[in-house]
């Protein structure tokens, strides 16, 4: 207790790494999926689990980044497969349906 009369709560179970998403009833609880990662014996640690986590983030962030990247620069033009199974271009397709009358 310090001379302000103010008290800090430090338990954390013995653990070194502190990562406590909410207090549920009062009770600090560790996040679902470092949880996860420590039962399946991923990681041995919070600060492991914590990391690989994050390590995850990165790699799916990354790969989306990837995905959207490469599907934007690709100069193929659209092509629409009709009725007949012919390969048109776009722009003649939509052409084609406003020549054709009602």
């Known amino acids: 207790m310090s001379e302000?009369?103010?008290?800090?709560?430090?338990e954390y179970n013995g653990s070194d790494f502190h990562i406590r998403s909410r207090?549920?009833?009062?009770?600090?609880?560790?996040p679902t999926m470092i949880t996860f990662l420590i039962?399946?014996?991923v990681?041995?640690?919070e600060k492991q689990a914590f990391i690989i986590s994050i390590?995850?983030?990165?790699?799916?962030?990354?790969?989306?980044?990837?995905?959207?990247?490469?599907?934007?620069?690709?100069?193929?033009?659209?092509?629409?497969?009709?009725?007949y199974g012919r390969s048109i271009p776009f722009d003649d397709y939509v052409q084609q349906l406003?020549?054709?009358p009602l």
């Open 4 to 10: 302000l009369g103010i008290e800090f709560e430090e």
């Open 23 to 30: 207090k549920l009833l009062g009770e600090k609880t560790t």
């Open 39 to 41: 039962d399946r014996g």
């Open 43 to 45: 990681a041995k640690s």
């Open 55 to 83: 390590a995850l983030i990165v790699i799916f962030i990354s790969l989306s980044v990837f995905i959207i990247r490469v599907s934007l620069v690709n100069n193929e033009p659209i092509k629409v497969i009709d009725k």
């Open 98 to 100: 406003n020549e054709k």
